[in-house]
């Protein structure tokens, strides 16, 4: 069983950056598959940005060039670096582990002003 405990959210204007963590417990943390996702109020969640034990990434494109998810394996932590931030970009941030199985935590806030 993997948990997962997402930090980093908070209230930024509109241009500014955050950067969120995700840390994870357990072992084998290199061989997943990791992303976030997000969901604001009234919409579907979606896929922000994901990043494949390959090394290989993929972002959504509404952040493609304004994100950056990154991840250090002896820390057990996924990262995502978000810059020039939107109103848009309000949202919960959700941190996804998967491999046989998928992991998801609690979410972090994230509120972007115009």
């Known amino acids: 069983q993997v948990q997962l405990v997402e930090s980093g959210g908070g209230l930024v204007q509109a241009g500014g950056s955050l950067r969120l963590s995700c840390a994870a417990s357990?072992?084998?943390?290199?061989?997943?598959?990791v992303a976030w996702h997000r969901q604001a109020p009234g919409k579907q969640r979606e896929l922000v940005a994901r990043?494949?034990?390959?090394?290989?990434?993929g972002y959504a494109e509404s952040v493609k060039g304004r994100f950056t998810i990154s991840r250090h394996n002896a820390k057990n932590t996924v990262y995502l670096q978000m810059s020039s931030l939107r109103p848009e970009d309000t949202a919960l941030y959700y941190c996804?582990?998967?491999?046989?199985?998928?992991?998801w935590g609690q979410g972090t806030q994230v509120t972007v002003s115009s």
């Open positions: 996804n582990l998967q491999r046989t199985y998928s992991f």
């Open positions: 357990g072992s084998s943390f290199s061989l997943y598959d």
């Open positions: 990043l494949l034990s390959s090394g290989i990434e």
